[in-house]
């Protein structure tokens, strides 16, 4: 026997309800005996049942207890004999079907059920990949912004217009270096440091042109400085450029005491 399609039928319920007759009940007890799955679908069907019939109960109105012991005692002296008749097949099969509805009404919502917690799994997993989805895009911006700042930066240091300086460290700084890109045409001065050290809130790095012999402010950066940055603008003339410490927001003069990297002009 097919146990799952006997279970699915829905004997089992009409059985539970008493909506069997004799011959059918016999055959399930008959079954019953035969496939224990049968007896703990049975068991969990009648405890179903009994907690819908538990939650569906009505508390019957005082006055029903009294009328029906008072008809119950009116009866006693009567003796009547009931015939017995096999129930109408039609009315067995209709009180099967609707005994099979309860048993898919129960399925359905249990799969309702499961299928909204796998739904709402769904969703949570989905709101992660968005968030994914949304750090990937965030990072490939930032990828994309350095990516055009070196594209920028080399358009620069490969443009022969702008003539490269290279500042070597002084007795102060030894192992600092930096370099100068300076269009003297359109006076556009570019900053590139390769290895200075980093300085206290209070202080900066300032960088000068000498022309002429006289320093020429071309502007204030720090040392955490990657690519390349835009100082003063500086005209024609200069013949060296050199940097040196002075207080944050920078001098009018230079402090020669603090000068880090110095280096010459070379025209070529």
Same mark, same amino acid.
Do not use: C
């Given at each position: 026997m097919n146990v799952e399609a006997y279970i699915s039928s829905g004997i089992l319920e009409a059985y539970a309800l008493?909506?069997?007759?004799?011959?059918?009940?016999?055959?399930?007890?008959?079954?019953?005996?035969?496939?224990?799955? &049968?007896?703990?679908?049975?068991?969990?069907?009648?405890?179903?049942?009994?907690?819908?019939?538990?939650?569906?109960?009505?508390?019957? @109105?005082?006055?029903?207890?009294?009328?029906?012991?008072?008809?119950?005692?009116?009866?006693?002296?009567?003796?009547? %004999?009931?015939?017995?008749?096999?129930?109408?097949?039609?009315?067995?099969?209709? @009180?099967?079907a609707a005994a099979a509805s309860i048993a898919v009404a129960l399925i359905t919502s249990y799969l309702a059920f499961n299928y909204w917690n796998k739904w709402k799994d769904t969703?949570?997993?989905?709101?992660? &990949?968005?968030?994914?989805?949304?750090? %990937?895009?965030?990072?490939?911006?930032?990828?994309n912004k350095r990516l055009d700042g070196i594209e920028k930066d080399l358009k620069i240091t490969n443009n022969p217009a702008f003539n490269r300086v290279v500042m070597k460290g002084t007795p102060n700084s030894p192992a600092s270096l930096a370099s100068v890109y300076w269009n003297e045409s359109t006076k556009e001065v570019y900053l590139s440091i390769q290895e200075m050290k980093q300085l206290s809130q209070e202080n900066q790095y300032q960088l000068w042109a %000498?022309?002429?012999?006289?320093?020429?402010?071309?502007?204030?950066?720090?040392?955490? &400085?990657?690519? &390349?940055?835009?100082?003063?603008? %500086?005209?024609?003339?200069?013949?060296?450029?050199?940097?040196t410490i002075e207080p944050r927001g920078g001098k009018t003069s230079p402090t020669l005491e603090t000068m880090q990297v110095v280096g010459n002009v070379v025209k070529g």
């Open positions: 008493g909506e069997l007759t004799e011959q059918e009940r016999a055959e399930v007890e008959k079954n019953l005996a035969l496939y224990p799955a &049968l007896q703990k679908e049975l068991a969990l069907i009648e405890e179903t049942q009994e907690k819908f019939l538990m939650k569906a109960g009505v508390q019957p @109105r005082a006055t029903v207890k009294a009328r029906l012991f008072a008809a119950i005692d009116a009866q006693k002296s009567e003796t009547k %004999i009931v015939e017995l008749h096999e129930p109408d097949s039609t009315l067995s099969f209709w @009180r099967m969703e949570s997993n989905l709101t992660e &990949l968005i968030a994914q989805n949304q750090r %990937i895009a965030q990072d490939y911006n930032t990828v %000498i022309i002429d012999g006289k320093p020429v402010d071309a502007g204030v950066f720090d040392g955490n &400085l990657a690519g &390349l940055l835009k100082m003063k603008e %500086i005209p024609s003339g200069a013949k060296t450029f050199a940097v």
